[in-house]
């Protein structure tokens, strides 16, 4: 049974930094691809940054340059460094993972587990 539990989110004023975690439990692919979507009100989920096991990443040009997206294979654990937010970052952050082949691990992926999500407000 699959777990994805995000923390880390909250209120920050409009240039800050907040960093999201995503504890996984219950995923036993050896190869797979973690990610951070977000879905602000009105609009529709979309891709923030993926992370393969092997480390490659991508990211929505929306955020390039200020998220980081970073894993740790031992501790099962997902993370989003997000600086100099900007209030258009404010949304619902969704931790997720994919059964995919690396070359199909992109901000594109369709996940097949998906977290609960955690607010992050930036104003």
């Known amino acids: 049974h699959v777990q994805l539990v995000e923390s880390g989110g909250g209120s920050v004023q409009a240039g800050g930094s907040l960093r999201l975690s995503c504890a996984a439990s219950?995923?036993?692919?050896?190869?797979?691809?973690m990610a951070w979507f977000h879905q602000a009100p009105g609009k529709e989920r979309e891709g923030v940054a993926t992370?393969?096991?092997?480390?490659?990443?991508s990211y929505a040009d929306s955020v390039k340059g200020r998220f980081t997206i970073s894993r740790d294979n031992a501790k099962n654990t997902l993370y989003l460094q997000m600086n100099s937010l900007k209030p258009e970052d404010t949304a619902m952050y969704y931790c997720?993972?994919?059964?995919?082949?690396?070359?199909?691990?992109?901000?594109?992926?369709?996940?097949?587990?998906w977290g609960q999500g955690t607010q992050v407000t930036v104003s």
């Open positions: 997720a993972a994919a059964r995919v082949h690396l070359l199909a691990c992109s901000v594109s992926t369709n996940p097949n587990f």
């Open positions: 219950g995923f036993t692919y050896t190869r797979n691809c």
């Open positions: 992370i393969y096991t092997n480390g490659r990443t």
